[in-house]
C-alpha cells in the first residue's frame, strides 16, 4: 500500500516540523540563558574577597571543579597559619 500525500498528511507533517523547531529553538535559548548563568556565577568567584575562601572554593566547586582546586590553593597561600609556614 503506498502512502499517497493527501493535503491532511502535508499539513500534519508541517506542523510536527513547526512544533519541532519551536522546540529546537527552546532549548537552544535555555541553553544559552544557563551558559551565561555559569559564566555570571564564574565572574562573580573571581570577584570574591579571598578573605571568604571557603565560600570561594565552594562556590567554584559547584561551577568549575577543575578550577576549585586552584582557587582554594590560592586562597590558602594567603591565610596566615600558611604564611607563617612560609617563613620557618
Known amino acids: 500500500a503506498a502512502m499517497t500525500i493527501t493535503p491532511n498528511a502535508a499539513r500534519l507533517r ?3 516540523e513547526r512544533d ?3 522546540e529546537y529553538l527552546a532549548a537552544v535559548e535555555t541553553f544559552r540563558v ?3 548563568a555559569r559564566r555570571d556565577a564564574r565572574r562573580s568567584i573571581d570577584a570574591l574577597p579571598r578573605l571568604n575562601w571557603e565560600v570561594a572554593a565552594g ?3 559547584l561551577v568549575d571543579p577543575a578550577r576549585w582546586v ?3 590553593k590560592a586562597a590558602w ?3 596566615p597559619q600558611a604564611q607563617a609556614e612560609a617563613a620557618l
Request: aromatic share 0%; charged share 30%.
Open 59 to 61: 562556590l567554584a566547586m
Open 20 to 22: 519541532a523547531r519551536s
Open 70 to 72: 586552584s582557587i582554594a
Open 77 to 79: 597561600r594567603e591565610t
Open 14 to 16: 508541517r506542523k510536527a
Open 34 to 36: 544557563a551558559m551565561a
